[in-house]
């Protein structure tokens, strides 16, 4: 039994690494050579990219989505946990956008979207995102290392990683502010990595980034 559960680990750990390197570099490209509208990117290229992988490995791993933190249990501690965690994130993204535009400047994030489009899109890159990366990512590495710190940052860093193509390559951002916004972002993975780890709930992380994101406003 206990030469199985090794097994299971070391596979779970290993298809974590392939999983990571794979988005790093099919996106990484992604983001380099295309630049589609972001309806279709989040809609449907993000899904094809990130999420396919994912149910190919629990397939693999013969898991369930349930290992994905799809639960019912927890449901409303993990509300309450990202409303929190996420009025934080608001204040946080009203400050810089203050201290960026001197005056608070909306339309910056959201452009010309009708407001219930501009959410909608948050939900829908929230939900591939987090399933990847809290649901799947670090929950794995935290079931194999038992180190919530550990795969906390570890997982939170990769989480940053990813998002250096869409700073450089699409917003083309200066130093100061591409560093500033991957710290952000870095802080943002650990704080939804730490409510997923409370609630084992990936609905948490998925409302707790769409506060993080809408209206992040910040960078654009």
């Known amino acids: 039994m206990s030469r199985n559960k090794t097994s299971a680990s070391v596979l779970k750990i290993k298809n974590s690494v392939y999983l990571a390197a794979f988005l790093l570099i099919v996106w990484g490209f992604y983001r380099l050579i295309f630049k589609l509208p972001e309806e279709v990117e989040e809609l449907f290229v993000k899904p094809l990219i990130w999420l396919l992988p994912v149910f190919y490995l629990l397939r693999k791993e013969r898991e369930g ?19 929190g965690l996420g009025f934080l994130f608001l204040l ?11 005056n608070f400047n909306f339309a910056a ?20 995102e987090e399933v990847v990366f809290r649901g799947y990512l670090f929950n794995r590495v935290l079931e194999v290392s038992k180190n919530e ?13 990813i998002h250096v193509p869409v700073v450089v390559f699409v917003w083309k951002l200066e ?9 952000l972002t870095t802080f943002f993975g650990i704080g939804s990595a730490f409510v997923f780890a409370r609630t084992k709930n990936i609905f948490s992380s998925i409302l707790l980034h769409v506060f993080w994101e809408w209206p992040i406003i910040l960078f654009r």
């Open 65 to 83: 989505i349930s290992s994905l933190g799809f639960t019912f249990k927890n449901f409303f501690p993990a509300i309450y946990l990202s409303f």
């Open 92 to 102: 946080e993204a009203l400050i810089i956008n203050y201290l960026k535009y001197g």
């Open 109 to 128: 994030y959201i452009g010309d979207k009708p407001f219930l489009a501009s959410l909608g899109l948050s939900f829908a890159t929230a939900f591939s």
């Open 149 to 161: 710190f550990f795969s906390n940052l570890s997982t939170s860093f990769v989480w940053a990683l």
């Open 175 to 183: 130093f100061s502010a591409a560093i500033l916004f991957l710290f």
